[in-house]
């Protein structure tokens, strides 16, 4: 079985891949792809049990997963919205 430090770099890597394909202005962005990575990610982080400060950063991105469509508009939104991800990757 794997351990929770297992789980947790896997959903910060795909972290790292939503907010890389969401940050990238120079392509336009595939909502399916950006979702498809925050799901597994948070898919992967439900696998444990989560203490306080993780359940909070869980609520954090289940709000910005659902703020996505609207993000991809505008490119200054688009780059604070991968922000906020990349910041609960980091304070996990």
């Known amino acids: 079985m794997r351990d929770k430090e297992f789980y947790l770099r ?3 890597m795909d972290l ?3 907010t890389k394909v969401v940050a990238d ?3 336009s ?11 597994h990610g948070l898919k992967d982080l ?4 989560l203490n306080p400060q993780e359940k ?3 609520q954090e991105l289940i709000e910005l997963k ?6 991809l508009k505008d490119p200054h939104q688009r780059l604070r919205w991968a922000e906020k991800v990349l910041t609960v990757s980091c304070r996990l």
């Open 10 to 12: 896997a959903v910060k």
């Open 16 to 18: 790292l891949r939503t």
């Open 25 to 27: 202005l120079k392509h």
């Open 29 to 39: 962005v595939s909502e399916e792809e950006a979702k498809e990575f925050l799901l």
């Open 46 to 49: 439900g696998k444990n049990k």
């Open 56 to 58: 909070k950063l869980q």
């Open 66 to 71: 659902k703020t996505l469509p609207e993000c």
